[in-house]
T-cell receptor
Framework: EIVLTQSPGTLSLSLGDRATLSCRAS??????LAWYQQVPGHPPRLLFF???WRASGTPDRFSGSESATDFTLTISRVEPEDFALYYC?????????FGQGTRLEI | QVQLQASGPGLVRPSETLSLTCSVS????????WGWIRQTPGQAPEWIGT???????TYHPSLRSRVTMSVDTSKNQFSLRMTSVTAADTAVYHC????????????????????WSQGTLVTVS
């Protein structure tokens, strides 16, 4: 199965900083990668699919990109509601797999 | 707007069977694929399986021997059954909708989850 490795495990930033979250796939997934945001006590919320296509409701300060098997989620200027857990998920090959997450904290 | 609600016993004895149900409202149930995912703190979420209202469900290979998913279209519900549970099956279980595209008369899953239920904690003890 395809392993997704997210880094860093925890990202400590201040309001207004730029956040860069990485997700590396052990094999090619083409562009079949999604990003989710999860606030404690809530289910994951879809942010991006197809590596860089914004889901409905995803703010413009969020962007997704890809380079071969490396995927990046960027937040241009972190706002208070952005402090959460972020997961990547590949659906390019079965079984569907998730990364272990990056925690964005103040 | 789609709403999903997962429900079932919060405590299951080791070696027994875990049974959960997901109730769906707000959308045409037959136009989408549906799935189960579980989460354990500090670990990557784990996909359990995916199903449509017809056809054969798809399961994670590591769980295939213990998992059965089924659909009750009359109630807009789908269910998860997992046998021979151990402490390793303790997790928060989510049901979710897969983004689904239409090609002609066929509905096909896109592979990612665009709506999730609030999780339900299942403890095996």
């Amino acid at each position: 199965e395809i392993v997704l490795t997210q880094s860093p495990g925890t990202l400590s930033l201040s309001l207004g900083d730029r956040a860069t979250l990485s997700c590396r796939a052990s094999q090619t997934v083409s562009s079949s990668l999604a990003w989710y945001q999860q606030v404690p006590g809530h289910p994951p919320r879809l942010l991006f699919f197809g590596a860089y296509w914004r889901a409905s409701g995803t703010p413009d300060r969020f962007s997704g990109s890809e380079s071969a098997t490396d995927f990046t989620l960027t937040i241009s200027r972190v706002e208070p509601e952005d402090f959460a857990l972020y997961y990547c998920q590949q659906y390019g090959a079965s079984p569907i797999t998730f990364g272990q997450g990056t925690r964005l904290e103040i | 707007q789609v709403q999903l609600q997962a429900s079932g016993p919060g405590l299951v004895r080791p070696s027994e069977t875990l049974s959960l149900t997901c109730s769906v409202s707000g959308v045409s149930f037959r136009n989408f694929f549906w799935g189960w995912i579980r989460q354990t703190p500090g670990q990557a979420p784990e996909w359990i399986g995916t199903l449509y209202y017809t056809g054969t469900p798809t399961y994670h290979p590591s769980l295939r021997s213990r998992v059965t998913m089924s659909v009750d279209t009359s109630k807009n519900q789908f269910s998860l059954r997992m046998t021979s549970v151990t402490a390793a099956d303790t997790a928060v279980y989510h049901c979710a909708r897969l983004a689904t595209r239409r090609e002609g008369y066929n509905f096909l899953p896109s592979g990612y989850f665009d709506s999730w239920s609030q999780g339900t904690l299942v403890t095996v003890s």
